[in-house]
């Protein structure tokens, strides 16, 4: 079978199961591959207590980032140590740790000053108050389990008792974190869309608008 | 309503899973509503369902229907 009709075939198969998500991932990454670069993010905001009850579970603990604590994150996550110093110093960003049964089990940034996304080329100030949750993990075996759904959910109860108003943004086609922002109560406030054309054009939709629903 | 007919239930009001669909293969992988904060919904409403406490290690082991159907057995019920 020719590799164009396998691929036919694989689309037709999504389209029966209405999977129109993986449809659109199939063809942002079918247009990678000839140099056509399509990075669609939805930004969410959440300033309000109407969360879901808080759940008390045993051994799940949050406490913050320490500076000796940045050599273990980086090799958690894989990112070099010095981008990880950078955003602490730099940006007076903090990461909070997420702990299950003394275990390292994830964690989360926060960014109080500038919200950036590097994916989008966005960079915006932040408004008094605002905090931006980004470049959260928590380890493979642990996922989908409720323990990002329970950082959140505590992280929000305790931040919107202080007048924070959390912003969160997140890849198109990451259906399960979008979904459990929506169930949290955080709300969609815009979509930016990035198409770069083989590194020389750049096409931005939805730039300007986005600042103005969070500022 | 027998504890099959109970988890159908649940697992229709929390992850929208037809009942024709369920089966004990059903995972966080193969469900797409089964998300972080479905799994602590879930994890509520069992407790309350079936009247039982689930312990933090139980939680995380709640990967599949047929991992219930096992900690519900452990409790006496099924």
């Known amino acids: 079978m020719s590799n164009l009709s396998r691929r036919m075939r694989t689309c037709l198969a999504l389209v029966r199961r209405r999977s129109y998500l993986d449809i659109l991932e199939a063809i942002i990454a079918s247009l990678k591959r000839i140099g056509i670069f399509i990075q669609i993010s939805e930004f969410f905001t959440c300033d309000h207590d109407r969360l879901s009850p808080d759940i008390r579970i045993s051994g799940f603990i949050v406490r913050d980032l320490h500076p000796d604590d940045i050599e273990t994150i980086a090799a958690f996550s894989g990112k070099r140590s010095e981008v990880l110093r950078e955003r602490v110093e730099k940006f007076k960003e903090e990461c909070q740790l997420i702990y299950f049964q003394d275990k390292l089990a994830g964690y989360c940034w926060l960014a109080f000053e500038t919200m950036r996304v590097p994916e989008l080329e966005y960079e915006e100030k932040l408004g008094d108050n605002n905090v931006y949750l980004y470049d959260s993990l928590i380890r493979d075996d642990l996922r989908n389990r409720g323990l990002l759904g329970l950082y959140l959910i505590k992280t929000i109860r305790n931040g919107v008792a202080q007048h924070k108003r959390f912003l969160i943004s997140i890849d198109i086609s990451n259906y399960k974190s979008r979904q459990a922002c929506t169930k949290i109560g955080f709300t969609k406030i815009g979509t930016l869309i990035l198409i770069k054309l083989w590194s020389l054009v750049r096409l931005k939709s939805g730039y300007r608008s986005l600042k103005e629903k969070y500022r | ?78």
Not at chain 2, 19 to 45: G, I, Y
Not at chain 2, 55 to 61: A, V
């Open chain 2, 1 to 78: 309503m027998n504890t099959d007919d109970r988890m159908k239930a649940l697992f229709r009001e929390i992850f929208q899973v037809p009942e024709k669909d369920f089966c004990d293969d059903l995972t966080p992988d193969t469900v797409r509503e089964w998300d972080s904060v479905s799994h602590l919904v879930l994890f509520t409403a069992l407790e309350k369902e079936f009247r039982i406490q689930i312990r933090s290690e139980e939680l995380i082991d709640l990967t599949s229907v047929r991992k219930i159907k096992d900690l519900l057995a452990r409790k006496g019920i099924m």
